[in-house]
């Protein structure tokens, strides 16, 4: 590689030695294999691998730097600035080849965010697990002492995370595969089809499938109600940075004015939740029709009526809060010809959402509870 590159062009160098590797690893020395391989396959934390990508992508654009310096307070001819990387570079190259890492930058993590210090051995980072990034700071390390070359290193960190994206893609068409030897039989009913949702909202880290259990209701009937549904925000998009009224927003068909905003709740809604929506109702630029809160926890009948008040303050906007499997019920026997669309919908939803939304475990998860449902198991 040359410093004439680009670091699109960089990656694009990297991507296919990757390729042209994937099968095996260059990297002869046994412990800085293992330590990529480990930061990679840290699932509880995607901050490292963009972390680790971002800086050695920072020293092959820019030979001077040092590696460990991915923060321009530190000051120095050798100091970058590894968010503009991250941000800039790696996030377009990451989205166009799938790789199984966040979407956002490592920077703005809180164990990141705001240093203004070498990361280097010897400063330990705050942040879980410790191990992950205790490994990170050894490989910025092994580059800086010129024990590995940026180059290799940053290739053997793609060709894991194109060996992992194949693992996780594989063993979802496996699952799906099951699914398809039991088209034919008789659809699940609409309570049967609860049940199983049911079971998949109360796996663990399951805070954004209210959300499509919502969002696919309307996109399997949104036509018979001539209402369409917004595009979706991203998990961990605040309303105020997206500038959105809640997690969901129904608009006319034909009318781009919102007339019903969704906010979920995986906890019990209180009064200070129906304060605040009052607060976005007001400022919204027209009248909204509906706002509801759908949780999963219990429903406090004083919350209900305090939430009722607000019909003839808001000059007709309703407040509610439903339960999302009573909502779900409802909409399956209300629309029952459709249900099967609905599971597709959702099952659709599910697989196509980030892994830092929904977990791979969690779409593995409703796949076998599927499967498991229409075999009869």
């Known amino acids: 590689m040359t410093t004439q590159q680009t670091p699109e062009q960089i990656l694009q160098t990297v991507y296919d030695r990757a390729i042209a590797t994937r099968a095996k690893t260059v990297i002869k020395n046994v412990t800085m294999r293992e330590r990529v391989d480990d930061i990679c396959r840290c699932m509880s934390n995607r901050s490292g691998v963009r972390l680790l990508m971002a800086c050695l992508l920072g020293k092959l654009h820019n030979p001077i730097v040092d590696p460990r310096k991915p923060y321009t307070e530190i000051g120095g001819n050798d100091s970058f600035s ?44 705050v942040g879980r697990p410790r191990d992950l990034y205790k490994k990170t700071l050894e490989l910025l390390e092994d580059v800086a002492k010129q024990r590995i070359g940026a180059d290799v290193l940053l290739v053997e960190t793609v060709r894991v995370l ?21 088209e034919g039989a008789l ?18 880290n399951a805070s954004r499938l209210p959300v499509l259990v919502v969002a696919a209701a309307y996109q ?53 939740d129906i304060d605040i929506a009052v607060t976005k109702i007001v400022r919204a630029p027209k009248q909204i029709h509906n706002y509801l809160f759908v949780t999963t926890d219990t429903i406090d009948p004083v919350v209900v009526q305090y939430a ?28 029952h010809r459709i249900r099967s669309d609905y599971l597709n919908a959702y099952q659709a939803l599910v697989l196509n959402e ?23 198991e």
């Open 82 to 125: 590894g968010r503009t990387y991250d941000e800039r570079f790696l996030t377009p190259f990451i989205h166009e080849h799938r790789l199984p890492v966040n979407s956002t930058t490592a920077f703005l993590t809180p164990t990141l965010r705001n240093l203004d210090h070498p990361l280097t051995t010897d400063h330990a980072l």
């Open 354 to 376: 980030a892994d830092s939304a929904i977990s791979q475990t969690l779409k593995e998860a409703f796949l076998a509870l599927r499967q498991a449902a229409e075999s009869g």
């Open 308 to 335: 009722a008040a607000f019909y003839e303050k808001t000059d007709g906007t309703e407040i509610a809060i439903l339960d999302c499997v009573g909502f779900l019920r409802h909409f399956l026997h209300l629309f």
């Open 220 to 272: 399997t009937a949104g036509m018979l109600l001539f209402e369409c549904l917004l595009p979706l925000n991203s998990h961990n998009a605040a309303d105020m940075q997206t500038g959105s009224l809640g997690d969901l927003e129904i608009c006319l068909v034909g009318d781009d004015s919102i007339v019903t905003v969704y906010e979920m709740k995986m906890k019990r809604v209180t009064q200070e």
């Open 162 to 182: 194109l060996q992992l994206r194949d693992e996780k893609l594989a063993r979802i068409t496996s699952l799906l595969g099951t699914l398809k030897r039991t």
């Open 187 to 204: 659809p699940l009913s609409s309570e049967a089809i609860v049940t199983l949702i049911h079971q998949h909202l109360v796996c663990k």
